[in-house]
């Protein structure tokens, strides 16, 4: 019975599970969540004044139900007295009740009790001295024993009939008691069914094969250990309880029936209907929620349209989604709290410039820009003043262009002061076209707004990065500082692998601006690619300088596990060093699961039975463009060092067979690179190469510094 029950609840938690793991559905939830955020925050102070009446005070006019309601109190006072009715309902059903497995047991071991004590003391007698009479003991005191052990009383005369009874006689008896007696109580009996039940084991006992001297023995015991067994379910009795709960239909009150009439003397019935309806507390006023709901719905509407038609990958991101939302709701938030102060200006330090500035440097411009038109839109609603919608749009298109080539954290303060200056202008203009005279006295608050949103924004983005994971410019560039521990690591301790990186960082910069890829993500990332060859340098040629190749003295499996490893070390660097997410894709990712050809082939070459998947890397493969493209940086910039003469024919042959061979072993499949990026790509890596191992003119051993400077005069 509970299986069956547990079984729907079991698939619909399954089934709100899968729904739950497809995007589409987590997108829907972020935009409900956004929507009632910013309605809730909108609809604060949007309802009229409540009714504040007191008890003995004469009601001043008709107090009439604005429209249908529910008497919530009222409603549940009914299914309070419905759940009890059914719980009594349901005790006085014999359907509710069930049988006690624990009274079953206690029958059970009372019984073995008994004939336990009893035959403790014949084994007494029967063990006797011999030549010496049977000590059998005083029934009477058995009779107590039973009594102290199981708390009941057995006649005397059953107690001596069993005591002196034949052995086989009195082992067909209690096995026939305990069969018969079980049987029976293991089948429902109520309170009133006991004498029944008495009735049908004494009919049993007759059919048995016990002596007939001994019956009446049996049923004295059956009349001491049969009980009712039966126990109220409380599950039945909760499942009518909430059946009857459900059944009530609630008490609606119909709109414009008066409740209180002008002149009536209030009294506590009234203040109660007042409470039950929740017209006591603030009135709210639903035509004008119904229109700020309206226009919510088809601000985010519009903002969804646009952002899905411009950056489809965007709304595919749970991460960005909940940033815009919460970058939404904070600045609302902000705007709401300004305008309880009561002070006509304060409404030009909302933050709108704000948001510009955090989604143009984490997201993009043209979802900045979309961002700062809906909060302009609330902050005029909020404040009911079209001055400053164009205020906020204006101030905000300001914000992004003045952060879009943001680098340094210091240039943030720049653009605050070029967002202040045009809030300034924007005033004064705004001023001498409404001829008010407060807007150009108070202007100086335009350029108070652009600097606290410059300051915020500096102390914010390094939360929003860490929360959201994302990883702004200003972040790459404080990544890619050569002091940075993890890079200093890698230059004192694998000085052959940071040259190989630099070199990484410049061919993939050169592909991503060839591309329209994020070029200083690429440079950044490749500096990074290969920390984690940092745990065993020399197991890698450009660290090996001077020495022995210790790849040459094991085994081709053990050499690919090794090299192989260097991924594995990385991400664990990089969790250490707490890289952000937007590097360590980077070293995941670099090499795929391409296949180790050398220790492959050579594994081969030493004849043994090998598995191509043991000498790949685990993977995954690229996933965005710059992974991509900082995986084929590395995998030419190494095989374009290993050319004896490198020649510009030589080196774009290479260049295009690498890129050809991952191409055709499905490396670039999962990445958005096209046909025409990968050509791009290769006449960036060529151009790049070719300027690195150009041919150099080669000065005689014996040629000065003189005769050098001396042919560069003449």
Known sequence: ??????????????????????????????????????????????????????????????????????????????????????????????????????????????????????????????????????????????????????????????????????????????????????EQMKQRIAADDVPQVLERVQVLFTQSDIDVNMYASAMAIAQQVIEPNLVLDQQIVEQRRQAAIRSVK???????????????????????????LGLYREGIDYWALLGLFILVV??????????????????????????????????????????????????YLTPIALAGMLVAMLLDSRTGLLVVTVLAVV????????????????????????????????????????????????????????????????????????????????GSLPYFESIFGFTSAIRLLELSNPNHPLL????????????????????????????????????????????GKIKRPLFFVENQLGIDNPHDKIAPSLSTLIITSHVKDGLELAKEYKLPRAITAFIAEHHGTDLVKYFYHKAQENGDHVEESDFRYPGPKPQTKETAIVSLADAVEAAVRSLVKPHPTKIEALVRKIIQERLADGQLDESDLTFKDLNKIADAFTKVLIGIYHNRVEYPETITREDIEGKEKE
Request: some cysteine.
């Open 298 to 347: 088809l601000l985010l509407t519009v903002f969804g349209v646009s952002v899905y038609k411009h950056n489809p990958d965007l709304i595919r991101s749970e991460n960005k989604l909940a940033f815009i939302g919460s970058v939404l709701i904070l600045v609302t938030f902000i705007t709401k709290i300004l305008s309880f102060i009561n002070w006509i200006t304060v409404m």
């Open 1 to 182: 019975m509970k299986k069956s029950k547990a079984k729907p609840w079991t698939k619909f938690r399954n089934k709100v599970k899968a729904k739950l793991e497809q995007t589409t559905v987590r997108q829907w939830i972020l935009a409900i969540l956004v929507l009632v955020g910013l309605y809730g925050i909108l609809s604060i102070n949007l309802s009229p004044e409540a009714y504040r009446l007191e008890v003995g005070e004469v009601a001043r006019q008709d107090i009439r139900v604005p429209h249908d309601m529910e008497n919530r109190a009222q409603t549940q006072r009914e299914q309070q007295a419905a759940a009890a009715k059914a719980e009594a309902e349901a005790k006085s059903d014999p359907n509710s009740y069930v049988i006690n497995h624990a009274t079953v047991v206690k029958v059970e071991e009372r019984l073995a009790s008994i004939f336990e004590i009893i035959s403790e003391h014949r084994i007494n007698a029967d063990a006797s001295i011999p030549e010496q009479e049977p000590q059998v003991a005083e029934p009477s005191t058995v009779q107590k024993e039973i009594a102290k052990v199981v708390e009941i009383v057995l006649p005397v005369e059953v107690v001596e009939q069993l005591l002196h009874v034949d052995a086989i006689d009195y082992d067909l008896f209690t096995q026939t008691c305990r069969t018969i007696i079980m």
């Open 488 to 531: 200093r690591r890698l230059l004192m301790e694998t000085p052959g692998t940071y040259h190989h990186s630099i070199l990484v960082g410049n061919l993939a910069e050169a592909a991503a601006d060839a591309v329209g890829a994020d070029g200083l993500l690429c440079r950044v990332g490749s500096t990074f690619h290969d920390v």
């Open 250 to 276: 609630p008490v609606i009150i119909k709109a414009g029936e008066i409740i209180i009439s002008d002149g009536t003397v209030v009294e506590h019935e009234h203040i109660q209907l007042l409470k039950d």
């Open 379 to 458: 902050s005029g609603i909020v404040f009911q003043s079209l001055p400053l919608v164009i205020f906020g749009l204006i101030g905000g298109l300001a914000a992004i262009l003045s952060v879009s080539k943001v680098s340094q954290r210091g240039e943030l303060m720049r653009a605050g002061f070029i967002v202040g200056g045009i809030n300034f202008l924007v005033m004064i203009a705004s001023g001498l076209l409404q001829k008010d005279s407060n807007l150009w006295i108070h202007s100086y608050m335009g350029i108070t707004n652009g600097l606290i949103c410059s300051v915020i924004t500096i």
